[in-house]
């Protein structure tokens, strides 16, 4: 039986010591600023920021190309000879990224794609399911790990509240944007994914401290999470005082584990410092 490897992007933000504990293997996307092309996990995301507060600009975000998928591809079947490669891609309906992996695959034999149909934390939920299942039953087939993910594809579900309506605005990558409003009027809005894309779903008005309780509470009103994981998504500036109640909330909910995932330059772009997001698989 050969071995499969999982891949994945980083729009997942999967946090190293996952991606260490289980070898996952992660493509970079792109930052473009100032004219220069950084590639995602190279730059610091305060620099992100740092940019926007001197220009007023944000940076803009490319998808990985096929050239270096297929450098990517290669790289893995040089370290694991005769490996199966699954790879589980960022959304096709916000990126191109994907697409770009279909065409590099086409040079390659033992390679399987499938797109997560979501990000940063939705995207990490199911590359972490894949991981756990792979670990558990190291002969299943790549055909019966197919079979699964698209199922829990579908399970997959992401809540965030960005930090500045300005990057996401910016950013152009929430399909209803016009529902959102002026900032104006202090309002946050909760995007999720909803087969595939960005959507603006609620708006939410008041203190980050508050509008986060209120989305943790819309979300398990709304989900049936499972209750061994659950994800919090975070953009640097975020109150530590935030955090320590999201905690308190997800333990009085029942949840086993959390794991905080820090956005990195590629999301970061879009969402702005200070954004807070869950994401879970539904039983």
């Given amino acids: 039986m050969k ?3 999982l891949s994945t992007e980083s729009g997942a933000d999967l946090p190293a010591d996952l991606i260490e504990k289980h070898q996952l293997q992660v493509v970079p ?9 950084y590639l995602d996990g190279s730059l610091p995301v305060e620099e992100i920021y740092n940019y926007y507060n001197r220009t007023k600009k944000i940076p803009s975000t490319t998808s990985t190309n096929a050239h270096e998928y297929e450098k990517f591809f290669s790289r893995i079947k040089e370290d694991y000879p005769e490996c199966v490669i699954v790879h589980i891609g960022y959304t096709s309906k916000a990126s191109s990224s994907f697409q770009n992996a279909v065409i590099a695959a086409e040079q390659f034999q033992d390679i399987y794609l499938i797109d997560a149909l979501n990000v940063t934390g939705g995207l990490t ?10 670990e558990k039953e190291p002969m299943v087939k790549p055909e019966e790990l197919i079979e699964n993910l698209e199922t829990v594809i579908g399970k997959s579900r ?10 996401l605005r910016a950013g152009g990558r929430v399909s209803n944007i016009a529902f959102i409003g002026g900032s104006l009027l202090k309002i946050k809005p909760c995007i999720e994914l909803i087969e595939g894309k960005l959507v603006s779903t609620k ?14 509470k819309d979300y398990l009103d709304e989900f049936t999470i499972d209750r061994n994981q659950l994800y919090f998504m975070f953009s640097i500036g975020l109150d530590e005082r935030i955090k320590n109640r999201m905690d308190e909330l997800a333990k009085e909910a029942g949840f086993k584990h959390v794991k905080w995932i820090q956005a990195g330059a590629m999301i970061s772009t879009h969402s702005g410092p200070g954004g807070f997001g869950i994401a879970g698989l539904e039983e």
């Fill in 158 to 167: 992401l809540a965030f509240i960005p930090g500045s309506l300005d990057f």
């Fill in 203 to 216: 708006k939410y008005r008041g203190k980050m401290s508050i509008v986060s309780e209120k989305l943790m």
């Fill in 29 to 37: 996307m792109h930052v473009i600023m100032d004219g220069k092309d």
């Fill in 3 to 5: 071995r499969i490897i």
């Fill in 125 to 134: 939920a199911i590359v972490m399911y894949a991981a756990e299942l792979v």
